[in-house]
């Protein structure tokens, strides 16, 4: 994931790895990387990892929680820090688990793109001939550069469609259907009005100059699992305001 992240133009990344992802330093790391954040700027945050779901009420969907060090994350509270960064930031959202894009039934103002390994409701295969992180990077990256093939978001999706199974298909989501025909790990055009969710459109924004942005990349895994926290910004410039 540290390779795309460098692909987006990410230069400092934070990783938070096994007994380091924990509830307080997860969260905690996320509030300061959205802080620090400049109104335009990018958060790239990544999960690898088990994930619990648990029905908490009948009439509502089950309650999905990342898997950390010393407890659960619920997606309420992922989707309520990602709520708190400024509406003009895009947040692209990485989920390598079970129930990856579970996410996507949370409102979020920012714009975001969602790339998960799997449904809302399925489960990742126990022993997949490919894992989820190599292949979208093989999909998005060449010679660790952007792929020149990848051209949207659109053409990711239906490169995932080609060769999954019905039972783990990996989805592209975005609550901003105007994102599907961009380029990925750009940053979208200012100022994109809020339409509804929608499924296999994915967008590439155009890319900000790092004088212009403070961008910012989060991944993590946990306990017994590979993965990575990155968290980072390329230094940015905040204009004076009187």
């Known amino acids: 994931m540290s390779r795309l992240a460098a692909a987006a133009g990410i230069t400092c990344q934070h990783q938070l790895l096994g007994s380091r992802a924990s509830r307080a330093e997860v969260t905690g790391t996320l509030r300061q990387a959205a802080a620090a954040l400049h109104p335009r700027g990018h958060l790239m945050l990544t999960f690898t990892g088990h994930s619990d779901r648990e029905r908490i009420r009948p009439d509502r969907p089950p309650e999905v929680a990342w898997c950390l060090a010393d407890g659960t994350l619920p997606l309420s509270e992922v989707a309520a820090l990602l709520a ?19 996410l996507s039934r949370f409102t979020i103002p920012a714009t975001v793109v969602l790339l998960a390994a799997c449904g809302p409701d399925q489960e ?13 990077e093989r999909l998005m990256l060449a ?8 051209t949207s978001y659109l053409w990711l999706s239906r490169q995932f469609r080609r060769d999954s199974p019905d039972v783990e298909r990996p989805q592209v989501w975005t609550n901003r259907p105007s994102v599907w025909s961009q380029r990925p790990l750009r940053h979208p055009a200012p100022r994109l009005p809020i339409q509804a969710a929608a499924w296999d459109k994915a967008w590439m924004p155009q890319p900000c100059r790092s004088s212009d942005v403070v961008a910012a990349s989060m991944s993590f895994g946990s306990a017994g699992m590979p993965g ?11 204009k004076a305001t009187a």
């Open 84 to 102: 708190a960064v400024p509406p003009t930031v895009f947040i692209t959202v990485i989920a390598d688990t079970c129930y990856a894009a579970a």
């Open 228 to 238: 990575v926290l990155t968290l980072g910004g390329t230094p940015g410039k905040r």
């Open 143 to 150: 010679d660790g550069q952007p792929n020149p093939a990848c």
């Open 124 to 136: 990742i295969l126990a022993n997949p001939a490919t894992g989820f992180a190599a292949r979208l």
